[in-house]
């Protein structure tokens, strides 16, 4: 056997061990057992169980925020450059367990493994190290004031204290890395929680932050139902800040919540990002962009580019070469697989129920649809006829769905705006075109958080992402993301006693 296939089989033999033992909950420095008993964990691509996962209770939920509070003293104790060296290590960790954790992650949600590879590991791997520089990077500032006299202001960043971080199932990994980094680089500390189908990468990150030396007590990871860990930890009065990821439904009654006691919270929520795509723009590089834009991560992405307006002129042509680029995707298991399955046969139900009411309403499927057999499989779906009142294209549908949508000539620039921006979601937008004027009057006038020129949906770490109207509030990544996790205090020096 050659060196690389032994390397190879040894990571998954790890793997395959850690996933025996039931995955417990981190709570200070120490692996503990819910008190809800365990659930099985669902392979998406078989329907069959593959692990047991631990279910936390509210006095769990307690036991880590206590933690976390406990531990604040001891992480801002050490300089912010110590701070950043531990958050690096993670950063490095992660790195060299890359394999192992690819081979989990597409375990845990049946994507690809080289999808989790390429994206999801490496994304979580640059994440940490991008933000561990923040750590000495956070400043106030000083400032010259209106009054008369002789003042001396200043502002002093500090950090907001124990955050609860709650992460959905579509990206687990960069996700949680990514919370939990920032949050750390701020000086606070966490308490995180995976969704309850897709907590295997987050237990296996908790072993390597202990590894990486960040103290007991810094990060906690509590397991668990979001309408049990999650409410508790929404409406635990020592949590400063609440950091959601996930649908627009949980995440109003998150901030309806955290307006009670005046808790900080930034939601990412759900989008329905448009896509335009005008004749001049370089269709060879536009049509697989897009394409993947939607399809990707079989359309589990926030900020999958679903409602396409092309221009008449190429619609027939460029809706061919997109359906021809979703056909020849191959969608499976296997490990050459480009798109794996939906996360659960519910969000399969519902993906379904989406195509389906788009033909009730009179749209016209060009590819796609079900796949029948084990596992939770969809084909990239195209449909064009579509209106701007149907169902499909008002909702999120979080599945490999495109609703091709036309304008032409005689669209002006600001109706086209009107169409793309008649949505209640507000997350980003791709523009597809190599006039200038016309890319950046679309980029102004777009209501979306993002806007990718010539480029489809893509997250950096240096880079802020949020959203506008029902896609959220708050934004993550880059300064704008760490700066979150503090609080702003002024203070002011009389200098003339
Ligand atoms: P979800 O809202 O059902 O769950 C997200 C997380 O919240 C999970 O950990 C869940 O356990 C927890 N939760 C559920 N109910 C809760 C409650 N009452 N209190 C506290 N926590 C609770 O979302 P999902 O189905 O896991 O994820 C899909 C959604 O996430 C989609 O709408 C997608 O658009 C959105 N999303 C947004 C972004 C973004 O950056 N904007 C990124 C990824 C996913």
Redesign the pocket.
């Known amino acids: 056997m050659n060196t690389e296939l032994m390397v190879k089989n040894a990571t998954q033999v790890k793997v395959d061990e850690f996933l025996t033992r039931p995955l417990r909950m981190l709570i200070d420095g120490a692996w503990v057992d819910g008190e809800h008993g365990e659930r099985e964990l669902i392979d998406p691509t078989t329907g069959a169980a593959f692990a047991r996962v631990t279910r936390g209770s509210e006095a769990n939920v307690d036991a880590a925020v206590r933690a976390a509070e406990r531990a604040g003293a001891v992480w801002r104790e050490l300089t912010p450059a110590r701070r950043a060296e531990l958050i690096h290590r993670l950063g490095e960790l992660i790195h060299e367990h890359a394999d192992e954790l690819a081979l989990l992650e597409s375990k845990n949600t049946g994507k690809p493994l080289s999808q989790a590879r390429m994206f999801d590991v490496a994304h979580a791997a640059e994440t940490a190290i991008a933000n561990s520089g923040w750590a000495t990077r956070l400043n106030g500032e000083t400032r010259d004031m209106s009054r008369p006299g002789d003042w001396h202001a200043m502002t002093i960043r500090q950090p907001l204290g124990v955050v609860g971080a ?6 687990p990994l960069p ?1 949680a890395v990514n919370k939990t980094t920032a949050a750390l680089a701020a000086g606070c500390t966490v308490v995180l ?4 189908i897709t907590p295997a990468t987050t237990v296996r990150l908790g072993e390597l932050i202990l590894e990486a030396g960040i103290p007991a007590g810094v990060v906690n990871i509590v397991l668990g ?3 049990v ?3 508790a ?2 409406q635990h009065p020592t949590v400063a800040k609440i950091s ?8 109003v ?2 901030g309806q ?1 955290c307006a009670a006691s005046m808790k900080k919270c930034s939601l ?4 329905k990002s448009p896509v335009i795509v005008f004749p001049d723009a370089n269709l060879a590089k536009a049509v697989p962009a897009v394409a993947m834009g939607i399809f990707g991560n079989s359309g ?4 999958a580019g679903s409602r396409l307006f092309v221009h008449q002129a190429i619609h027939e042509e460029f809706v061919a070469a997109i359906a021809q680029f979703a056909n020849q995707l191959r969608v499976g298991a296997a490990g050459d697989a480009d798109l794996g399955p939906l996360i659960s046969d519910t969000q399969k139900q519902t993906v379904l129920g989406y195509i389906e009411s788009g033909i009730q309403e009179g749209a016209t499927l060009v590819c796609g649809g079900d796949i029948t057999g084990p596992g939770y499989f969809v084909r990239p779906t195209v449909m064009t006829d579509v209106h701007a009142d149907m169902k499909m294209v008002r909702e ?1 549908i ?1 599945g490999p769905v495109l609703a091709v949508q036309t304008f032409d000539d005689e669209t002006s620039l600001s109706e086209l705006l009107a169409r793309a921006n008649d949505s209640d979601y507000g ?1 980003s937008a791709s523009v597809w075109t190599r006039d200038i004027s016309t890319a950046l009057t679309l980029a102004r006038g777009l209501e979306v958080g993002t806007v990718r020129l010539n480029s489809a949906v893509g997250i950096d770490p240096a880079l802020p ?3 506008v109207k029902m ?2 509030t708050g934004r ?1 990544n880059g300064i704008e993301g760490v700066e979150q996790f503090t609080e702003i205090k002024t203070i002011v020096i009389d200098l003339s006693s």
């Open positions: 709650i992460v959905p199932w579509n990206a996700m929680k995976p969704a309850e139902a979001g309408s860990v999650g409410e930890m929404v959601f990821t996930g649908s627009t439904e949980v995440g009654r998150i919540a990412e929520l759900g989008g589990q992405v926030c900020a999120e979080f997350l992402f949020g959203g896609s959220g993550e």
